[in-house]
């Protein structure tokens, strides 16, 4: 899928080697409005953000055709469920087991043992979605009037309707945590464990994790890991903005300990598993790499700091 300001990894990569900014200003197709209502100068203000940079991915034009489901239905579904069954697929695809597993045994329902025994573990925000916002928008304007018309003392006063929310929108896409990893288990016919990871920051890493323990255990023969980042761009400008995490400066080290925050950027990440030796021994001139893990630390409140490289070249 096309990458920030870049239309694949490749161009992408290249970014980042020559140290390029591939981010930009949220527009009118981010937020659904004129960015420039919720844009202010200070931090102070909780009703306004004081940087619209991200990484935005624009022009991703999503081909429902070759699943396992009707693609008007795919067609439906929020752009974060789309970008993960593409990446999945293209995933599948250049690790050489799309053609035999998927392809076109998954378009004549032909079983497979390996889809059999095939797992999905996708990390996700779980905040809101560009398409849960358009269910869930009018149930929150429903909510708040009674009260606004009672401050302004106008019992006639309406509120505008929400970009979005007056065309229909697929109640599947009500599911945020769980949309992007149960889209592709069913799309895919994954029939191991499907399991959406939660966790608010370094995601990816305990999908991995998790998926290693699925193939050492042999409940599953093959795993797709990673994790998603592409929720309403509004809401998470607004909740970074509150929690004052977005970097002020042009130059930051992201993911480094003096790291003076994180710019909001879109973005799907797949990788497809499998243990090594079954690797090796199916793909023998096909170049396979090896994943080294050890046990990342559970995260929770009595834990503040995340996993984080210390330094050029560490590793998690």
């Given at each position: 899928?096309?990458?920030?300001?870049?239309?694949?990894?490749?161009?992408?990569?290249?970014?980042?080697?020559?140290?390029?900014?591939?981010?930009?200003?949220?527009?009118?197709?981010?937020?659904?409005?004129?960015?420039?209502?919720?844009?202010?100068?200070?931090?102070?203000?909780?009703?306004?953000?004081?940087?619209?940079?991200?990484?935005?991915?624009?022009?991703?034009?999503?081909?429902?055709?070759?699943?396992?489901?009707?693609?008007?239905?795919?067609?439906?579904?929020?752009?974060?469920?789309?970008?993960?069954?593409?990446?999945?697929?293209?995933?599948?695809?250049?690790?050489?087991?799309?053609?035999?597993?998927?392809?076109?045994?998954?378009?004549?329902?032909?079983?497979?043992?390996?889809?059999?025994?095939?797992?999905?573990?996708?990390?996700?925000?779980?905040?809101?979605?560009?398409?849960?916002?358009?269910?869930?928008?009018?149930?929150?304007?429903?909510?708040?009037?009674?009260?606004?018309?009672?401050?302004?003392?106008?019992?006639?006063?309406?509120?505008?309707?929400?970009?979005?929310?007056?065309?229909?929108?697929?109640?599947?896409?009500?599911?945020?945590?769980?949309?992007?990893?149960?889209?592709?288990?069913?799309?895919?016919?994954?029939?191991?464990?499907?399991?959406?990871?939660?966790?608010?920051?370094?995601?990816?890493?305990?999908?991995?994790?998790?998926?290693?323990?699925?193939?050492?255990?042999?409940?599953?023969?093959?795993?797709?890991?990673?994790?998603?980042?592409?929720?309403?761009?509004?809401?998470?400008?607004?909740?970074?903005?509150?929690?004052?995490?977005i970097p002020t400066m042009a130059s930051v080290a992201r993911l480094m300990s003096d790291s003076r925050g994180l710019t909001p950027a879109d973005g799907v990440g797949m990788?497809?598993?499998?243990?090594?030796?079954?690797?090796?021994?199916?793909?023998?001139?096909?170049?396979?790499?090896?994943?080294?893990?050890?046990?990342?630390?559970?995260?929770?409140?009595?834990?503040?700091?995340?996993?984080?490289?210390?330094?050029?070249?560490?590793?998690?």
């Amino acid at each position: 899928m096309p990458f920030p300001r870049r239309e694949n990894p490749e161009q992408f990569w290249q970014n980042l080697v020559h140290g390029k900014d591939s981010t930009s200003d949220a527009t009118i197709e981010e937020f659904g409005v004129d960015p420039k209502i919720f844009r202010g100068e200070g931090k102070e203000n909780p009703d306004q953000t004081y940087s619209l940079k991200g990484g935005f991915i624009r022009d991703f034009r999503f081909d429902a055709s070759g699943y396992a489901i009707a693609p008007k239905t795919l067609a439906g579904l929020d752009p974060i469920a789309q970008a993960s069954l593409y990446v999945a697929r293209q995933a599948l695809q250049n690790s050489g087991y799309w053609e035999t597993a998927w392809g076109e045994s998954l378009q004549t329902n032909t079983p497979s043992a390996l889809r059999d025994k095939c797992g999905v573990i996708l990390g996700n925000l779980s905040l809101p979605l560009h398409h849960s916002n358009r269910l869930f928008g009018p149930m929150y304007q429903a909510g708040i009037a009674p009260a606004v018309q009672e401050l302004l003392q106008d019992p006639e006063f309406r509120l505008a309707p929400l970009p979005g929310t007056q065309q229909p929108v697929d109640l599947l896409n009500a599911r945020m945590s769980s949309l992007p990893s149960q889209s592709l288990r069913r799309r895919c016919r994954c029939r191991i464990c499907t399991l959406p990871s939660t966790q608010p920051c370094s995601s990816s890493l305990y999908a991995v994790e998790l998926a290693r323990h699925y193939l050492l255990s042999g409940e599953a023969d093959l795993m797709l890991a990673g994790a998603a980042s592409y929720s309403d761009s509004l809401f998470v400008r607004m909740l970074f903005s509150g929690l004052q995490a977005i970097p002020t400066m042009a130059s930051v080290a992201r993911l480094m300990s003096d790291s003076r925050g994180l710019t909001p950027a879109d973005g799907v990440g797949m990788l497809v598993l499998k243990r090594y030796s079954d690797a090796v021994a199916r793909w023998r001139y096909h170049p396979c790499h090896r994943l080294r893990c050890r046990p990342l630390q559970r995260r929770t409140w009595q834990t503040p700091a995340q996993p984080q490289p210390k330094g050029p070249g560490d590793r998690l």
